[in-house]
């Protein structure tokens, strides 16, 4: 139970103050850093920091865990190819990123902050997302 | 505090966020094992892709994201906001959404989750769309294009 909806619950919570109390709920801030020719901010270098910065320690701990704390396996993404698809994608996203400076996780949040603004954004993503999925019969 | 040179970052409140959302990922991933990567679990959450993540899993760690920004936004009595126009905003959505499926994660998945493990992936995707991000936002202004407000 407390695995299934208590802890990804807490995670998005945590994971949503995070985005905020960063300042990426706020697309002026995002753009200002990929302006890197204009005025650039680099807040969200701090912010990619101080997370990565976490998360290099949860991966030295993670081998050393038999099993998650709360429950189920470890299922974690082990594909190691360098695909086209995975940079064409990975460009294709970065362009989108640029043109709104929003990403998935700001844009979410961002639901009670701007939420019409956001909704839009949020609608769009999952239509694109869906796409794919047409596309490619099962993704 | 602010950074010499930068008078308008804001690097304690970014390193403080950033901390959250590492805390964050690494409760997911020492928790329940899984990557808190926001594309892949929204697609989960919204049946649009499948993966070991339950699907109610997804859906409270999707919900817990505007819970979350609402506590601060309460405590902090407001946030700011400059968001595009809704023309814009849609294809940004579109064009994010496309590229996310295909590039298998985005910011939180491959810069925050990946680039930790060493993932020599992650690390190419991110690098990957930091340049077309910068790169988007460079020909905008050159184009005299105003997106936000």
Redesign the interface.
Same mark, same amino acid.
């Given at each position: 139970m407390s695995?299934? =909806?208590? =802890?990804?619950?807490?995670?998005?919570?945590?994971?949503? *103050?995070?985005?905020?109390?960063?300042?990426?709920?706020?697309?002026? %801030?995002v %753009?200002?850093f990929?302006?890197?020719?204009?005025?650039?901010?680099?807040?969200?270098?701090?912010?990619?920091?101080?997370?990565?910065?976490?998360?290099?320690? *949860?991966?030295q =701990? #993670?081998p050393r865990?038999t099993?998650?704390?709360? @429950? @189920?396996?470890?299922?974690?993404?082990g594909? #190691?190819?360098?695909t086209p %698809?995975? /940079?064409?994608?990975? *460009?294709?996203?970065? /362009?989108?990123?640029? /043109?709104?400076?929003?990403?998935?996780?700001p844009?979410?949040? *961002?639901?009670?902050?701007?939420p019409v603004?956001?909704a /839009?954004?949020?609608?769009?993503?999952?239509?694109?997302?869906?796409?794919? %999925?047409l596309f490619e019969g099962?993704? | 505090m602010t950074l010499p040179g930068f008078p308008d970052a804001a690097p304690l409140a970014g390193l403080a966020g950033g901390v959250l959302i590492g805390l964050a990922a690494a409760l997911m991933l020492l928790g329940i094992g899984r990557i808190a990567g926001v594309s892949g679990i929204a697609a989960r959450a919204t049946g649009i892709a499948d993966s070991s993540l339950p699907r109610i899993s997804a859906w409270a760690f999707v919900i817990g994201l505007p819970v979350g920004a609402l506590v601060v936004l309460l405590a902090n009595g407001g946030l700011p906001a400059n968001f595009a126009s809704p023309v814009y905003l849609a294809i940004a959505g579109l064009i994010v959404g496309i590229g996310t499926r295909l590039g298998s994660g985005c910011t939180s998945g491959h810069g925050v989750c990946g680039m930790s493990r060493f993932s020599q992936r992650s690390i190419v995707a991110t690098l990957t769309f930091m340049v077309t991000g910068f790169a988007t936002v460079a020909v905008m202004n050159a184009m005299g294009l105003e997106v936000l407000p």
């Open positions: 695995g299934r =909806i208590v =802890i990804p619950a807490l995670s998005g919570s945590i994971f949503g *103050a995070g985005l905020a109390l960063g300042g990426m709920t706020d697309p002026a %801030r %753009r200002g990929l302006d890197i020719f204009g005025d650039w901010d680099p807040t969200l270098a701090f912010v990619m920091g101080g997370a990565v910065l976490v998360m290099v320690v *949860a991966w =701990i #993670q865990l099993q998650p704390m709360f @429950g @189920g396996g470890f299922n974690l993404p594909t #190691q190819d360098l %698809r995975l /940079i064409g994608g990975s *460009a294709l996203f970065g /362009i989108g990123w640029g /043109i709104a400076g929003l990403c998935p996780g844009g979410i949040a *961002a639901l009670v902050i701007e603004s956001a /839009i954004f949020v609608v769009a993503m999952l239509a694109g997302m869906f796409l794919v %999925r099962n993704a | -």
